[in-house]
């Protein structure tokens, strides 16, 4: 086993079987849909069924999880209208988390960011690319210096990680999610907040958009 896979182990070995739960869902590997069965589960994580059912009692109390056809839970669907709130309510902590990054940034910080953007143009694998645009959000949460804004974005991630597939499936959506970063990047660079909320802003606003006719074209 390698280094980082024993990290990797030692890490998971300390989440709570909610956190467990709530990490699969925002990688993706617990979809809409999905069964919760607490026997498997409870294998999956080495534990008793006891604190496996108290876990998904707390997804269900999230809006996470839903009864299924079967009797049990499974991963909830996400409806029109909570799509709808979740992108208002995103857009509206992002940009304020990217207005207060331009502002608390450090310039070791603003150097990383920079960096990511750099490394993204020159990336050209599409999965990977989805998990670096994860990566660079949350580190523009994290140059905003306020907990509050990266505890309110860290749970707002899970709800998003409910979503079917990425918006990076659209034709032309990379090329686009691209420059949009590196405005946002050089704003905060240049310690301009409003500029810098105003590309984070429509950023969201067009992922949202994409989102509404990927949920068209699925129904």
């Known amino acids: 086993m390698t280094g980082e896979s024993q990290d990797q182990k030692l890490v998971e070995g300390r989440r709570s079987p909610f956190e467990h739960l709530l ?10 849909g ?6 498997e589960l409870a294998e999956r994580l080495g534990i008793s069924r006891t604190p496996v059912r108290e876990a998904l ?8 999880a839903e009864p299924g056809p079967q009797r049990g839970l ?14 208002a309510v995103r857009e509206g902590l992002e940009g304020m988390a990217t207005r207060l990054a331009a502002s608390h940034a450090s310039l070791a910080e603003i150097a990383l960011l920079r960096e990511m953007v750099a490394e993204d143009r020159r990336t050209t694998d599409r999965e990977r690319l989805v998990q670096r645009n994860k990566l660079l959000h949350r580190q523009i949460v994290q140059a ?33 999610a691209q420059a949009e970063h590196e ?21 969201i606003a067009g992922g949202f958009a994409i989102r509404l006719r990927m949920l068209a074209e699925a129904r």
């Not at 990490?23 to 809409?32: S, T, Y």
């Not at 499974?74 to 992108?87: E, G, V």
């Not at 905003?144 to 860290?154: D, G, K, Q, R």
């Not at 405005?183 to 950023?203: F, L, N, S, T």
């Open 23 to 32: 990490n699969l869902i925002e990688k993706g590997e617990l979809r809409p």
């Open 34 to 39: 999905r069964r919760l069965l607490e026997t």
């Open 57 to 64: 009692h707390r997804l269900r109390a999230m809006g996470l």
């Open 74 to 87: 499974i991963i909830a669907h996400m409806s029109y209208d909570q799509l709808r709130q979740l992108f």
């Open 144 to 176: 905003s210096h306020n907990a509050y804004m990266v505890e309110a974005l860290n749970n707002l991630s899970v709800h998003i990680g409910l979503l079917p597939s990425s918006t990076y499936a659209t034709p032309g959506r990379i090329e686009a």
């Open 183 to 203: 405005e946002i990047v050089a704003a905060i660079a240049e310690r301009d907040g409003e500029r810098a909320e105003r590309a984070a802003r429509k950023h």
